[in-house]
């Protein structure tokens, strides 16, 4: 266990914070390395004279900055993990906070009575071969069918033997990169990019490259001159507003991004996760270029969390290699799931579950703007989240912690800063409390981020 020990006469409030920032500046100062022991909650909070709730709460926050790992049976210990952004949600919400982290749907009564019946109705009409058949040719052909309909309301006219089926967007995104990419290739992405894919390409042997972006996404000059470099062999690319600053490509945006694909020979991994539920977007890039476009989009952000179900619809020449990475990593999606997937788009459920949550949305998004109002932010009416540059002068760190003081939880911008200049910035999700929750946490975070509170000097 480690000598150093933070000095407790100037710890400020709130206190849990200031010996944050006490651990995180010896960690910095080089005063604490990597794999050094903390001391046991309890016997800090007996040296301090201070509660060990607040110091559980410090070692909570070190651990969502990634600095520190709690271990069962032995201690809590640094750990650099700077190879690798923060995870943008808390790993365990308490009772009282309201969680604005977790990228999630809105969810309610309803859904989970949809799911009852669902489930007791497959209980006594399910396929045999759902159960009994290794062979996902056999066992998928009318869902296949059933896909092509699905695809063609998220704007990409395919054919049932270019779709995969998928256990989510996640599996999607790893055979997608196995079959486009090899090691040691580039891989370009949105500078402000999708939170996992810095662990997945490092584990695939990818290296990224973080392209600029602005209001639409995508700069297709920056694409270009990175790709004339030599250092680009595929592009991962979020067009809609599912990506973290929720931008919409424009159609003119989009064929230019596509142009740069073709001149440079990229295949293009695009992830549309949310399909239907974004209202009147422009084609799907897949649409533009469908000889390069492996096409990514699932159910569980836009029908209910737990319909881990997907399409991957590859170009015509990469069906073998997809076929046999999705077999050799998943072997076939969940086939129970895919028939209440399946069956809910036939009889037109999904669909309504889309459209209840557009509207569910567009009633959170208007919460957003009255309680935010006088905040700059980027939304989009159809979005499950909002992004809020904080300006210069304040940091990620600071926000989120007062945020979490109040018992609420709101994602830092670095969990998904691919490469470039960090500008400070928040994520902030609308779906997974009740709408009175929301509004309750939204007014917390205004009265933050439209303060700059000196403080409070603590006496012990």
């Excluded at 256990?167 to 079959?179: E, H, K, Q, Y």
């Excluded at 695939?204 to 392209?211: A, C, K, T, V």
């Excluded at 239907?276 to 492996?294: C, Q, V, Y």
């Excluded at 959170?364 to 002068?393: N, V």
Aim: aromatic share 4%; proline share 8%.
């Amino acid at each position: 266990m480690t000598s150093w020990r933070p000095d407790r006469d100037t710890l400020k409030r709130p206190v849990y914070l200031s010996l944050v920032e006490q651990i995180s500046g010896a960690v910095d100062a080089g005063e604490l390395s990597d794999g050094d022991r903390l001391p046991p909650q309890r016997m800090l909070a007996q040296e301090l004279n201070i509660a060990v709730q607040t110091v559980s709460r410090a070692y909570d926050e070190l651990s969502r900055r990634g600095l520190v790992a709690g271990e069962t049976g032995r201690g809590t210990f640094i750990t650099l993990r700077t190879h690798e952004p923060p995870p943008p949600y808390i790993n365990e919400r308490g009772n009282t906070i309201v969680d604005l982290s977790m990228l999630k749907p809105v969810v309610e009564q309803m859904h989970l009575d949809r799911l009852a019946k669902a489930l007791a109705d497959l209980a006594t009409s399910f396929p045999a071969n759902l159960i009994t058949s290794f062979r996902p040719n056999v066992v998928f052909a009318r869902h296949r069918g059933v896909a092509v309909d699905w695809l063609r309301r998220c704007g990409l006219e395919t054919n049932a033997r270019n779709v995969i089926l998928t256990n989510g967007a996640t599996p999607a995104m790893v055979v997608a990169l196995m079959t486009a990419t090899r090691s040691g290739m580039t891989l370009a992405t949105e500078a402000i990019g999708h939170h996992t894919l810095p662990a997945l390409a490092g584990n695939l042997g990818l290296s990224l490259r973080g392209i600029p972006t602005d209001v639409e996404g995508m700069i297709p000059e920056a694409l270009d001159k990175a790709a004339a470099e030599g250092e680009i062999g595929a592009l991962f690319i979020m067009p809609n507003p599912c990506d973290p600053t929720v931008s919409m490509m424009s159609a003119e945006r989009r064929e230019a991004i596509v142009a740069v694909a073709r001149r440079h020979d990229l295949a293009i991994i695009e992830n549309d996760a949310w399909g239907p539920l974004i209202e009147k977007h422009p084609p799907p890039l897949a649409a533009l270029a469908p000889e390069r476009t492996l096409y990514i989009t699932s159910f569980s952000k836009n029908v209910v969390p737990g319909l881990r179900y997907g399409y991957l619809v590859v170009p015509e020449r990469l069906i073998p290699a997809a076929g046999n990475r999705h077999l050799v990593t998943n072997w076939m999606a969940t086939p129970l799931i895919a028939e209440l997937a399946t069956r809910w788009i036939e009889d037109g459920t999904a669909l309504e579950m889309v459209l209840w949550q557009r509207r569910a949305l567009r009633r959170r998004q208007k919460i957003a703007a009255e309680t935010l109002a006088g905040i700059d932010y980027l939304s989009h009416p159809d979005a499950l989240h909002i992004w809020i540059p904080l300006g210069s002068h304040r940091s990620e760190d600071e926000v989120v912690s007062l945020a979490r003081l109040h018992d609420v939880a709101i994602a830092p911008g670095a969990s998904f800063r691919i490469e470039g200049d960090p500008k400070p910035a928040i994520r902030v999700c609308l779906g997974q409390p009740s709408e009175k929750e929301l509004r309750a946490a939204l007014t917390v975070l205004a009265g933050i981020l439209a303060s700059d509170p000196e403080p409070v000097l603590l006496t012990l």
